[in-house]
């Protein structure tokens, strides 16, 4: 009898241990699956298009889309005060990695703008944002990103060869350019667009401007 409720004892102690580790288990892998997404390595932009000082000390990447309405928003809402306040200032270098979660129109329009990039890269910037700008307010899930559309935007630009941007689109020339995001993107485990990273840390609020404000002081910081 007395041997039984040792036993039990041991037993109840074991099955306790059992579950505290479970429960450590648990708490440490959500931990884990919690930060890793919000502070990766600083991204890799050799060939990716790219503005501002080239040693700036710090540096902004969006991974973004033509499909997706978010990006456009965030191209028109935040950009604009990072050009002023941290790319023209020579403090932040600001580069573009294109993602491909639209589908066959991400991917021609990432195509387009990595021809565009190679071929004429004075014009990719205004190019990318006429790209953006054709992005139709309603209904942006129909398709828009088609080879005659992409070739009108182009059209205003006089330096783009058309012909030499129709057989890039043709023959998806640029596809290497573009498997190279997307290595970019999986590497960096960018789950959503925007995805805005600064010296490696993720943005969990790509609209928050006061935070990524504060975020890239903090890294001008740690740079000096
Ligand atoms: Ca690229």
């Keep these: 009898m007395k041997q039984n409720n040792n036993s039990n004892m041991k037993f109840a102690v074991v099955l306790t241990l059992v579950v505290v580790g479970i429960v450590v288990a648990v708490v440490m892998f959500s931990d884990k699956q919690n ?10 932009v ?3 298009p790219s503005i501002g000082e080239k040693d700036a000390p710090v540096t902004v990447v969006e991974f973004g889309d033509f499909k997706c309405p ?9 950009y604009p005060k990072l050009v ?10 600001f580069s573009y990695v294109n993602v491909l979660f639209h589908g066959e129109e991400s991917t021609l329009g990432s195509i387009a703008a990595e021809s565009v990039y190679e071929r004429n890269p004075d014009a990719y910037w205004e190019f990318h944002q006429a790209l ?7 209904n942006h899930d129909a398709q828009w990103i088609t080879p005659e559309r992409i070739l009108e935007i182009a059209s205003g ?28 993107v999986r590497d960096a485990g960018v789950s959503m667009t925007p995805t805005i990273v600064i010296n490696g840390k993720v943005m969990e609020d790509p609209f928050n401007y006061e935070a990524i404000k504060t975020e890239i002081e ?4 740690d740079e000096n």
Aim: aromatic content about 6%; glycine content about 4%; hydrophobic content about 30%.
């Design 218 to 221: 903090q890294k001008m910081q």
């Design 46 to 48: 050799t060939g990716q």
């Design 157 to 184: 630009f006089p330096e783009i060869d058309q012909t030499l941007l129709k057989e890039d689109m043709e023959q998806q020339a640029t596809m290497e350019s573009v498997k190279i995001d997307e290595d970019l």
């Design 35 to 44: 930060s890793s997404p919000m502070d990766i390595k600083q991204i890799d």
């Design 132 to 138: 953006f700008d054709a992005q139709p307010v309603e």
């Design 70 to 78: 978010s990006c456009k928003a965030w191209g028109e809402m935040i």
């Design 84 to 93: 002023d306040d941290y790319i023209e200032t020579g403090k932040v270098k």
